[in-house]
């Protein structure tokens, strides 16, 4: 068992002083130095049959523990649960209450654990013995072989794969696909040329729904060519009014007249709202059209009563009296929407789902709903029902019941699976009953209706079925390698699961050593390949090509037979032991460091006045520690000598003073080196040297103390004052002289003061676009007592705000500056550094907007030359910031930057601002909680975002415009 607590063993060393010789070191000294010494063995007693290996579980049994194992079989090859290592007895097991041979027994011992057993070199448990003993041969063909790729039984209908949350896409296509009008004009539309369009995916959907021979249908291309994402639930009625819409534009563009208005002569219907004035009896009409029928419902509502309802009669009183324009004013008045004509098919949306103050809810009540229908005098036939399954809005299921006119009969389609009534378990309508059945349903999401009428199918185009035979050979081959790969894993199965099997009878020893990563990769082996496989040495082998004792925590100790077995698997295992250099090295130096204890004892004793030499300080502080035990004093980081070979100086802080017998006795150790009295004087020539530096820098000291009421004046007046002169001082040169005043320049002068007064009289730089300093009057004569009563004087005044197109506070400056003079110096650079400022205090994000920007208030500096582009600048705030190109919007002067533009053409001078706003795509359309939902992002919606740097790109795209990611599919 690990030590309590699970905290590393550390190599065990304790041996030390018992050894006197490095002959003495044997191999329990090597191995209780790898740390593979004392560990008691964690429950693992498997006595298994590897004569048979079947398909069946092995009933595994033991102490408590994950993974713990303690099997026996008995004689006659049944397998019960053993005795524990305690001695006790295992539990009573008879009839039907007992534990049959086909269950895996597993009893935890909460003491052993992955992670608390990790380093115990006698734990045998999670290598992936589990998994050996749990896993039957179907579930191992069915992770190797995959999932069977199903042909399509003859008479059955062809189900739709669900890639993750798509149902809803699912049971609309399922719908509009038995549409035989609509399935014609999607054929006769397409073109075979436009294989990147949603029209082409759907027309091939269609064609292999009809013809292809596989059970279930892959709809990832037409998905993926929309921009959807899988794994986002979308509502199925609005997926189905924004995808009619997209293909009603590709009809539109047809040259065939039927085609360009086939939708609209299937779906559309027209209503009449009509507005009469009580008053004066007026009445106003107006006609718009309609695709679908929204109808809100009460409980237990029929259809008819939802229609009677929404085209009732409302009257407009009150606050929300109706504008005559007879009367020229407010009247009451009835308002009345009746549908004009109806379309042959029928599309009636109830309204399940509901806004409320918590959110989007669901109506659960039961509707009930006929398989006729009478409108406007013309009898409709149900045709397709779309069912809700689930008790939230934010989630659940879409299915559909849809009549095949084709067959002649009602299909249940619910993604991959697609049935008749008589197999499901809910109740459904009988088309072709004379009784008008009514069903009850608390589900039901949307209703299709359509006229009686014969329509003739049609095949889909020679281009488009061609590519469904080619699948379907595909299938076949597919098939055809599937069973003979699942011949080849049936066959190894046996072979690799009695090599590990009888490892795993013969497993617990000490007498070898083996990596643990072996035995886990051999117990994870799931091919012949993967069993035969060179060992894993160089994890837990030092230089001398033995086991390193550092990482026995890497290792296990087995039985001779269990490395005997391993041997045959893993060419090129061989025996190891802990490295004998090694464990003498570590021996040595954990030696020498008790020693060094002893010696620094000693030297304390002997280090007492008269204390006539000295030392390095820094390194008679390593010494103590013991980290000095190959550098001299003499050593170049710790000397006290100079380039002259005489005593460099003499300073307390650098060096200590230690007797004549302490230091004779660090000699004796280390060997003879020379060193300093304590009375030896310092250098003559250095002192000189030091001497005139020190003038020097006493000198620049003194100026700088006298030039502090210069950085007073400033900063007594850093807070702004409107309407007050102040003199400006130039931020160049304000900055090059704080510099001077932290260090002298290499000729220790002071800088010069230059104030930017152009030929012109005016300024080479605008105090309205770089922030100055500023001083009052008594500032400005300190200053020109110490730079000359000449300097030009600019005086400038403050205001609340920027003038328009300024970025200072400072709105007067005398004398102003000179356009021309400015424009040239600040082009006038090889390199120079331009600030990026991201966002703006006070920025906010802003819900409902598709981007938006996070205030960052942090300025970073960027060194430019004229040919940097604005590329580059992204590139290096993504590296300092973080922040993806793609991410960030740069502005100069407002104007946004495009990534080509070079800081030349752009006209971007020294010290000037960037603007960086960090962008957050997301998605159109916000709830009321403020999450990005629908089908924002979409070429629903007309655009579609890019999956792997989610840039929105215009719809039919081929790649997208920033990373050229091709994420439309042929």
């Not at 609309?172 to 029209?199: E, H």
């Not at 083996?514 to 990769?521: D, G, I, P």
Request: with cysteine; glycine share 8%.
């Amino acid at each position: 068992m690990p030590p309590k607590g699970g905290k590393k063993r550390p190599g065990d060393y304790d041996w030390i002083h018992q050894v006197s010789e490095p002959n003495q070191i044997g191999p329990i000294h090597r191995r209780r130095a790898a740390g593979l010494e004392g560990w008691a063995q964690c429950p693992f007693n498997p006595s298994l049959n590897t004569t048979a290996v079947s398909s069946r579980p092995i009933a595994v049994g033991g102490r408590q523990g994950k993974g713990a194992i303690n099997t026996q079989t008995n004689q006659n090859g049944s397998r019960h649960q053993g005795p524990s290592s305690d001695g006790a007895p295992p539990p009573a097991k008879s009839g039907a209450s007992g534990t049959s041979d086909d269950e895996i027994i597993v009893i935890k011992d909460s003491r052993c654990q992955k992670k608390r057993c990790a380093r115990n070199p006698r734990c045998y448990n999670h290598l992936g013995v589990e998994e050996v003993l749990s896993e039957t041969k179907e579930s191992y063909l069915a992770r190797m072989v995959g999932e069977a790729q199903g042909k399509r039984e003859e008479g059955r209908a062809a189900g739709l794969r669900n890639l993750g949350a798509t149902c809803y896409a699912n049971a609309f296509l399922q719908v509009w696909f038995r549409n035989i009008q609509f399935r014609n004009g999607v054929y006769a539309a397409v073109q075979s040329s436009t294989t990147k369009s949603p029209l082409y995916h759907l027309a091939m959907i269609f064609a292999s729904l009809q013809y292809s021979g596989r059970a279930v249908v892959d709809p990832t291309p037409l998905i993926e060519s929309l921009g959807l994402k899988k794994n986002d639930q979308q509502d199925a009625a609005e997926f189905s009014k924004l995808f009619t819409s997209l293909i009603a534009d590709a009809f539109a563009r047809h040259s065939d007249p039927s085609l360009k208005s086939l939708l609209n002569d299937m779906f559309q219907g027209k209503m009449e709202h009509s507005t009469t004035c009580i008053h004066c009896r007026t009445t106003s009409r107006r006609t718009e059209s309609f695709l679908e029928l929204d109808l809100n419902f009460k409980n237990n509502d029929t259809i008819e009563q939802c229609l009677a309802r929404s085209f009732a009669p409302e009257k407009l009183e009150g606050d929300n009296r109706y504008h005559c324009q007879n009367c020229h004013s407010l009247q009451d008045a009835t308002r009345k929407s009746k549908p004009v004509t109806f379309p042959p098919v029928l599309n009636l949306t109830l309204m399940r789902f509901r806004y409320t103050a918590s959110g989007r809810v669901k109506n659960k009540a039961n509707i009930k709903y006929g398989k006729q229908l009478k409108l406007g005098g013309v009898k409709y036939r149900l045709y397709a029902a779309v069912v809700h399954v689930g008790a939230s809005a934010l989630h659940g299921h879409f299915k559909c019941d849809v009549f095949d006119e084709q067959a002649e009969q009602w299909l249940v389609c619910n993604d991959e699976v697609v049935e008749t009534p008589q197999k499901s378990k809910k109740r459904k309508v009988d088309a072709k009953s004379e009784q008008p059945d009514q069903v009850t349903c608390d589900s039901v999401y949307m209703l299709v209706y359509k006229r009686d009428s014969e329509v003739a199918p049609i095949d889909p185009p020679r281009a488009i079925l061609e590519k469904v035979e080619e699948d379907d050979q595909a299938l076949d081959r597919e098939l055809g390698e599937r069973a003979v790969k699942k011949e080849r894993f049936d066959d190894e199965f046996g072979h690799i699961r009695g090599a590990q099997m009888e490892v795993i009878c013969h497993l617990p020893g000490t007498e070898r050593i083996v990596a643990k990563s072996m035995l886990e990769r051999f117990f994870h082996a799931d091919t012949m390949d993967g069993l035969f496989r060179p060992p894993d040495l160089d994890s837990v082998t030092c230089y001398h090509e033995e086991l390193d004792p550092a990482k026995g925590d890497g290792c296990r100790l087995v039985s001779t037979q269990a490395f005997d077995l391993l041997t045959t698997y893993f060419p090129g295992l061989r025996r190891m032991e802990p490295c004998k250099q090694c464990v003498q090295d570590e021996w040595e130096r954990l030696k020498s460091s008790s020693n060094h204890a002893d010696l620094r004892l000693e030297f304390d004793r002997l280090n007492v006045p008269p204390q006539e030499y000295v030392l390095p300080k820094s390194w008679l502080s390593a010494w103590r520690k013991g980290g000095m035990t190959t550098k001299l004093p003499t050593h170049p980081e710790h000397t006290l000598f100079c380039d002259h070979g005489a005593r460099f100086e003499n300073d307390p802080k650098t060096q200590v003073t230690v007797s004549a017998a302490s230091l004779a006795l660090i000699q004796s150790v280390l060997g003879d080196f020379p060193a300093f009295k304590a009375d030896e004087p310092i250098c003559a020539t250095c002192a000189k040297s030091r001497a005139g530096n020190e003038d020097a820098l006493e000198q620049w000291q003194a100026q700088v103390k006298d030039e502090r009421v210069i950085g007073k004046a400033v900063r007594a007046h850093s807070a702004m004052v409107f309407g007050q002169e102040f003199w400006a001082l130039p931020k160049t040169w304000w900055r090059a002289w704080e510099k001077w005043c932290k260090n002298p320049l290499p000729e220790g002068k002071r800088v010069e003061l230059d104030m930017g007064v152009c030929e012109h009289g005016g300024l080479n730089w605008d105090p309205m676009m770089e922030w100055p300093k500023w001083v009052d009057e008594g500032g400005w004569t300190e200053i020109k007592q110490r730079y000359g009563e000449d300097q030009p004087e600019v005086i400038i005044k403050l205001g609340a705000n920027p003038l328009p197109g300024k970025r200072t506070n400072v709105v007067e400056v005398t004398p102003p500056a000179c356009p021309d003079c400015c424009e040239k110096r600040s082009l006038d650079f090889t390199k120079a550094t331009v600030r990026i400022v991201f966002g703006r205090e006070g920025e906010e994000k802003t819900m409902g907007s598709r981007r938006g920007t996070r205030s960052k208030a942090k300025v970073q500096e960027v060194e430019v030359t004229k040919n940097t582009t604005v590329k580059d600048i992204k590139l290096e705030i993504c590296a300092v910031k973080g922040i993806s190109p793609i991410s960030q919007l740069l502005r100069y002067k407002s104007r946004e930057l495009d990534s080509s533009e070079t800081i030349e053409a752009i006209g971007i001078g020294k010290d000037d601002e960037i603007e960086c706003e960090e962008l957050e795509e997301g998605e159109m359309g916000v709830d009321v909680g403020g999450r990005m939902e629908g089908f924002g992002g979409t070429a629903l919606v007309g655009n579609a975002e890019c999956p792997q740097c989610t840039l929105l790109n215009p719809n039919g795209s081929a790649t997208c415009q920033a990373c050229d990611y091709p994420f439309i599919v042929n």
